[in-house]
């Protein structure tokens, strides 16, 4: 870790340290060589303390930093001076330089009687010798295994998925602990592996495993945690109980596992730390399975089903209204369905969420997704995300979408997305999803290597996901690998039933080696069938863009912008070369200025 200490503290810098670093965090970047706190290049005022403090909270970001520590490094012992009040108004100047509120604060966290802590995502640390350290095993670490059902009906392995990510979240968000997120640990599922080889693979102390067997209303629960060095049992419980309690035995096992860890709850003890935010346990089953299906993108029919009869069987259910929103939106910016049906339901479902609990991180993403593709409004997607990111900072999906929708393609923050997208790899290392989307936003940064690297990583971990195909697909074409781009996409089409992305790839390939017959052949092909059933009018416009056709390029455009298509935010994207073809047209710059699109 970069030391962003001032001299007065600790040992002096050595002469062959590396002297300069950089350290940006939202639209702020903090200069330890020069003393400077700069918001988006315009150097801040800062007095000297509150800069000091803002340098010892940003080398320990996430963790506390005691009052008593801030007192020894900024006010020596021999400084006489009323530390209560130096130290209040410090803080209070540091939060008018951020712009930041101690009753909501997005970068500075009071904790009463014991000290601060600097919440937000630090987006880059660079160095001439150093960058952002990867993660390590010297934090606490825990992977938490898919718990085996051993029971005879087959609809129990989603309640069996369900239970697992119900212990998954509150261990997730215990800032003292580096939880391995829900992706990579249900892609072990199944394989049996030796916890001592799943510790190596995924840069862990310690795996819990579990199995589940339910007997009309009894369950029999069990649950180990094993050291991943020696594959050691830590600890180990059997429970017995009756289906009712299923909530209450989470929170146990989520209880006992820090307890072993000996970690410091920042909850009190006597609070709940699984709040399951529904007592009926079939509206609970119906979204465990819905949460199983969504990732998967399989038939949308299924996991909007799940979500819609647990809503409707318990209309005040936060989670179950968060997760029919993601429903709804993905199928919007898939382009599966129209989005006049779409997108109005996901804003509603998930201001619903918001309102029946504020406190829930995948509200508040569902919402950001929403409200930036659905209403077009980034100033409420890039609170929410914020939002979302605070209350877990382990939630691997709002950190991916909030890279790749918010910073890329809506803001073209190219290096801040992908310190972002790497972070969520860093917690979901075995995520075809995850390589995925780091793969997307280097390749659109430039960063051609890594990008192609990352995406043929996701197609390792998960040969049969169209999206781990697209993404392959298109950083092999910004990259100017024009026929193994053309070669993986022929594979992408058949793979993905000839989704509309896969054909739009396609046709930017051959446009781009000269191919303009074989790209107006796919524009004929979507086009065809554009008669026959729904096709999202943006990529219909950027395939026309591809074939030469300026006529039918601007026809779609303005189909797309009058719809509120959600796929305009990357089709027509300022910041990503899917769109290079479209702005080359007077009258679409034109359009999209008069539309005031980003």
């Given at each position: 870790?970069?030391d962003?200490?001032?001299?007065s ?12 670093a ?11 060589e020069s ?15 509150p800069?000091q403090?803002?340098?010892i909270?940003?080398?320990r ?12 490094c ?10 209560d009040?130096?130290?209040y108004?410090a ?13 909501s ?14 919440i ?6 660079v160095?001439?010798q150093?960058?952002?350290p ?15 059902n051993?029971?005879?009906?087959s ?13 998954i ?7 003292e602990l ?26 862990v ?13 009894n369950?029999r629960?069990?649950a180990q945690?094993v ?7 830590l600890w180990?419980?059997r429970?017995?109980r ?10 146990e ?7 072993r ?10 609070e ?25 993108r ?31 939106t993905?199928l919007?910016y ?9 997108m ?13 609990d504020?406190?829930?991180?995948e ?14 409004d980034?100033?409420a997607?890039?609170?929410?995300f914020?939002?979302?990111l605070?209350l877990n900072?382990?939630?691997v ?9 918010y910073l890329?393609f809506?803001?073209?923050r ?13 917690s979901?290392p ?20 890594q990008s192609?690297?990352?995406c043929?990583r ?23 690998r ?10 992408a ?8 992305w ?13 191919r303009?017959?074989?790209a ?17 009018p ?5 395939t026309?863009a ?16 009058n719809?509120?298509?959600?796929e305009?935010l990357f089709?027509f ?13 007077p009258r ?11």
């Amino acid at each position: 870790m970069i030391d962003f200490r001032p001299r007065s503290w600790g040992a002096r810098v050595n002469e062959g340290s590396p002297s300069h670093a950089l350290v940006r965090f939202g639209v702020f970047e903090l200069d330890t060589e020069s003393g400077e706190l700069r918001k988006q290049g315009i150097k801040v005022r800062l007095q000297e303390q509150p800069f000091q403090i803002l340098q010892i909270l940003l080398e320990r970001p996430g963790r506390v930093v005691t009052r008593e520590k801030l007192q020894s490094c900024v006010w020596p012992s021999d400084t006489f001076v009323d530390f209560d009040t130096g130290l209040y108004n410090a803080i209070k100047r540091l939060r008018e330089a951020l712009g930041d509120s101690a009753e909501s604060p997005r970068f500075i966290e009071t904790l009463s009687r014991r000290g601060y802590r600097f919440i937000a995502p630090v987006n880059g640390a660079v160095s001439d010798q150093q960058t952002e350290p990867a993660l390590s095993t010297t934090y606490d670490s825990i992977v938490v295994l898919p718990f085996i059902n051993i029971g005879a009906d087959s609809e129990d392995e989603f309640f069996a998925d369900g239970i697992t990510e119900e212990i998954i979240n509150p261990l997730a968000q215990i800032r003292e602990l580096h939880v391995v997120a829900r992706s990579s640990a249900f892609s072990l599922k199944g394989k049996h592996i030796d916890p001592r080889v799943v510790g190596e693979q995924l840069n862990v102390r310690t795996v819990l495993e579990g199995s589940i067997r339910r007997v009309h209303n009894n369950l029999r629960i069990t649950a180990q945690l094993v050291n991943a060095a020696d594959g050691y049992h830590l600890w180990s419980e059997r429970y017995d109980r009756e289906l009712k309690d299923i909530f209450a035995i989470q929170d146990e096992i989520a209880r006992a596992i820090t307890s072993r860890l000996k970690l410091t709850l920042e909850a009190q003890s006597h609070e709940v730390l699984v709040k399951p935010g529904t007592k009926n346990l079939e509206a609970y089953a119906f979204y465990t399975k819905g949460r199983s299906l969504l990732p998967r993108r399989g038939p949308a029919a299924a996991y909007l089903d799940c979500f819609s009869r647990a809503v409707g069987l318990d209309p005040d259910y936060a989670h179950a209204w968060a997760g029919l929103a993601d429903s709804y939106t993905v199928l919007g910016y898939s382009g599966l369905v129209q989005p006049e049906g779409t997108m109005t339901k996901a804003l509603d479902a998930a201001r619903r969420a918001v309102a029946l609990d504020p406190s829930l991180a995948e509200a508040h993403n569902a919402l950001a997704i929403a409200s930036l593709m659905g209403a077009w409004d980034k100033t409420a997607a890039e609170r929410e995300f914020l939002c979302a990111l605070h209350l877990n900072p382990g939630y691997v999906q709002a950190r991916t979408w909030y890279a790749l929708y918010y910073l890329m393609f809506s803001e073209g923050r190219m290096a801040e997305a992908m310190t972002e997208a790497k972070l969520a790899l860093q917690s979901d290392p075995l995520s075809s999803y995850a390589h995925t989307m780091y793969g997307f936003i280097c390749g659109y940064a430039g960063e051609h290597t890594q990008s192609i690297e990352a995406c043929q990583r996701a197609v390792e971990l998960d040969s049969e996901s169209y999206l781990a195909r697209f993404g392959l697909q298109e950083v092999l074409r910004v990259s100017g690998r024009f026929d193994e781009s053309i070669a993986v996409g022929e594979l992408a089409l058949s793979i993905s039933g000839r989704h509309a992305w896969a054909m739009t790839f396609l046709a930017l390939a051959f446009a781009d080696c000269g191919r303009c017959a074989d790209a107006d052949a796919v524009y004929g092909e979507m086009l065809a069938r554009a008669r026959r059933q729904y096709v999202a009018p943006a990529p219909l416009a950027a395939t026309a863009a591809a074939a030469g056709r300026e006529d039918d390029a601007m026809v779609h455009a303005r189909e797309a912008f009058n719809r509120r298509d959600p796929e305009c935010l990357f089709f027509f994207s300022r910041y990503a070369p899917l769109g290079d073809r479209l702005y080359e047209y007077p009258r679409f710059r034109e359009f999209v200025n008069e539309m005031g699109f980003q």
